[in-house]
C-alpha cells in the first residue's frame, strides 16, 4: 500500500508504487521520516562524495600525475620521431 503523496518529499506518488519516483522512500523505509534521516546517515553516500572530491583535487595539486603526463609526452614524441626516420629511410 502506498500512499497518495509521499510523506518525505511530498511528490505524488502513483497508485501501486513500491517507492517515491521523487526521494526513493518506499515499503521498506515505511514511508517514514525517520527511516529518511536514517537513510541520511548511511556512510557511503557522504563517504563517496568526499572521496570523489578527493580523487579530483589531488591529482591537480601533487607533481607526480605531472611528471607522469611529461614522461608520456617524450615517449610520444620518441615514437613519432622513430617513425618519421623509419619513413624517410623508406623514401630514400
Ligand atoms: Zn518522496
Redesign the pocket.
Known amino acids: 500500500m502506498s500512499p497518495e503523496n ?1 510523506p ?4 505524488d ?1 502513483p497508485s501501486g508504487a513500491k517507492a ?6 518506499d515499503e521498506q523505509t515505511g514511508w517514514s521520516e525517520e527511516a529518511y534521516a536514517s537513510s541520511l546517515n548511511l556512510p557511503d553516500e557522504s563517504f563517496d562524495y568526499d572521496d570523489f572530491v578527493k580523487r579530483e583535487l589531488e591529482p591537480k595539486k601533487s607533481p607526480v600525475p605531472r611528471g607522469i603526463r611529461w614522461f608520456w609526452w617524450v615517449a610520444a614524441i620518441a615514437v613519432l620521431a622513430a617513425f618519421l626516420i623509419g619513413l624517410f629511410r623508406l623514401i630514400r
Open positions: 509521499c518525505i518529499c511530498g511528490a506518488v517515491c519516483p521523487e526521494c526513493g522512500a
